[in-house]
Antibody, heavy 116, light 112 residues
Framework: EVQLLESGGDLVQPGGSLRLSCAASGFTFSSFAMSWVRQAPGKGLEWVSGISESGGTTWYADSVKGRFTISRDNSENTLCLQMNSLRAEDTAVYYC?????????WGQGTLVTVSS | DVVMTQSPLSLPVTLGQAVSISCRSS???????????LNWYLQRPGQSPRRLIF???NRDSGAPDRFSGSGSGTDFTLKISRVEAEDVGVYYC?????????FGQGTKVEIK
């Protein structure tokens, strides 16, 4: 089955760090660029970061640049998002999605809560 | 960043009604290769977003043919020819031409 499965969401204190993972299955992971998109509680969608097929090129929203790092392991079919210096406004459900131009496959999301 | 502006933000509808959602971008979405990367998504309550339309007017497999997309440059429209109960949710446009990618605020469709 073609799917994306996120994990790693948790409750973390402001200033803390968290690493999200996304396991891909059912398709050739290394052939697709990938994205992270988030949704704060009751709010709309916000694109966060993207990475090229090889991992050699990355892109970030200004709101996370310098704090978040996207990476991938094509041998393990895994996408990651390292989140540092977390703020209350980073609280959201984080989705991984296949593609950076027109993401067409989305995971179920993982909840990150930043609170003391 | 490219600002995507949707209207209306709330859309109460009657089953069987035809509806349109507008999406306008602050810059042209025409890419250097001539393609226009404007997508439409539906997020049903409690679910992940699902893509309906890509590159303005290309309907995804599995998306009912009552959904259609149109537009060019900075002005785009999603039309539902006859609303069904399963169409309830929030619709988002998203541009895939410029970095960073950006979404519209969302249009909530609900049954009257």
């Amino acid at each position: 089955e073609v799917q994306l499965l996120e994990s790693g969401g948790d409750l973390v204190q402001p200033g803390g760090s968290l690493r999200l993972s996304c396991a891909a299955s059912g398709f050739t992971f290394s052939s697709f660029a990938m994205s992270w998109v988030r949704q704060a509680p009751g709010k709309g969608l916000e694109w966060v970061s993207g990475i090229s097929e090889s991992g050699g090129t990355t892109w970030y929203a200004d709101s996370v640049k310098g704090r978040f790092t996207i990476s991938r392991d094509n041998s393990e079919n895994t996408l990651c998002l390292q989140m540092n210096s977390l703020r209350a406004e980073d609280t959201a459900v984080y989705y991984c999605a296949r593609g950076v131009v027109a993401p067409g496959l989305w995971g179920q999301g993982t909840l990150v809560t930043v609170s003391s | 960043d490219v600002v995507m502006t949707q209207s209306p933000l709330s859309l109460p509808v009657t089953l069987g009604q035809a509806v349109s959602i507008s999406c306008r971008s602050s810059q042209s979405l025409v890419y250097s290769d001539g393609n226009t990367f404007l997508n439409w998504y539906l997020q049903r309550p409690g679910q992940s977003p699902r893509r309906l339309i890509f590159k303005v007017s290309n309907r995804d497999s599995g998306a009912p043919d009552r959904f259609s997309g149109s537009g060019s440059g900075t002005d785009f429209t999603l039309k539902i020819s006859r609303v069904e109960a399963e169409d309830v949710g929030v619709y988002y446009c998203m541009q895939g031409t410029h970095w960073p990618r950006t979404f519209g605020q969302g249009t909530k469709v609900e049954i009257k």
